[in-house]
């Protein structure tokens, strides 16, 4: 059986995962639902962002999709499973890339499930408050270039903190612990940001902060107040996911399981 495949069965077979992934899309359209029900602004000089409003219930999901991708790894050590998949297939690398490959393939479906979703009902909900094309507003369709990237962003977003969550698993093992530095990273770090008084520090934070520069691919109005482009912060994410990656891969292929 090839990694690929055997990461695949075990996926599909444990009731976890799967669940996990319902409720971030289920979570992912309600808060934006709920968010897109909240605005009342009604005339085309506020400021408001159609399409970040959609799709905020992507904070949240994050989360979710974070714990799925640790489980993966770190479950298997908390099991003992660890030591029979390594014995079937000793090229720990490709362990790590047939296991990072799944459940990002696993999480990229379901978050463009939950984008596609959180727009139509951002659509329907804004729209019929005023918050229209006809009021100057952005059109919340995937016809528009900043709409579309926006919601190909957060689905790229959400694919990006699987990669990451299962780097970090591969360098600490333990769920629990993996599961905390992951949510740090993603939610104390622009809280600790917060707290920095000098503007200057606070752009510099927020520029290389995983989960502060990765949601600028939401951003569709606005985009010259923000410290990095969108693709740019979406960068940044990918940065942290590839160095947790290889630094989990280096420290599976050197310590014994």
């Known amino acids: 059986m090839t990694p690929l495949r055997a990461e695949w069965t075990k996926l599909r077979t444990v009731r976890g995962p799967g669940w996990l992934l319902l409720a971030s899309i289920v ?13 009342t602004c009604q005339r085309g000089g506020c400021q408001v962002d159609p399409a970040k409003v959609s799709l905020s219930g992507v904070y949240l999901s994050q989360a979710i999709v974070a714990i799925v991708a640790v489980n993966v790894v770190s ?3 908390s099991t003992g499973m660890i030591r029979l998949t390594l014995t079937a297939m000793p090229r720990r690398w490709q362990v790590l890339a047939a296991k990072a490959t799944v459940v990002s393939g696993a999480t990229l479906a379901a978050a463009a499930i939950a984008v596609l979703a959180s727009l139509f009902a951002g659509r329907l909900l804004m729209y019929g408050q005023g918050i229209s094309p006809v009021r100057g507003y952005e ?3 995937l016809g528009t270039g900043p709409v579309l990237r926006a919601a190909a962003g957060s689905v790229l977003y959400l694919t990006l903190i699987t990669l990451l969550g299962v780097g970090v698993a591969a360098m600490v093992r333990d769920s629990a612990v993996s599961i905390g530095l992951v ?11 917060s707290f920095i008084s000098d503007p200057a520090w606070q752009r510099h934070l927020s520029q ?7 949601l600028y691919i939401q951003a569709t109005t606005n985009l010259r107040s923000l410290p990095l482009t969108p693709w740019q912060g979406l960068g940044v994410l ?13 420290l599976l292929a050197v310590r014994d399981a």
Do not use: D, K
């Not at 979570?27 to 605005?39: C, E």
């Not at 949510?183 to 940001?193: A, D, E, Q, R, S």
């Open 183 to 193: 949510l740090g990273l993603l939610y104390l770090f622009p809280l600790v940001t």
């Open 75 to 77: 479950g298997e050590y």
């Open 27 to 39: 979570l992912t359209v309600a808060v934006g639902a709920i968010a897109a029900h909240a605005v």
């Open 238 to 250: 990918a940065a942290w996911a590839a160095g947790a990656l290889v630094a989990g891969g280096v």
């Open 139 to 141: 059109a919340l369709t």
């Open 208 to 214: 290389i902060s995983p989960m502060t520069a990765g």
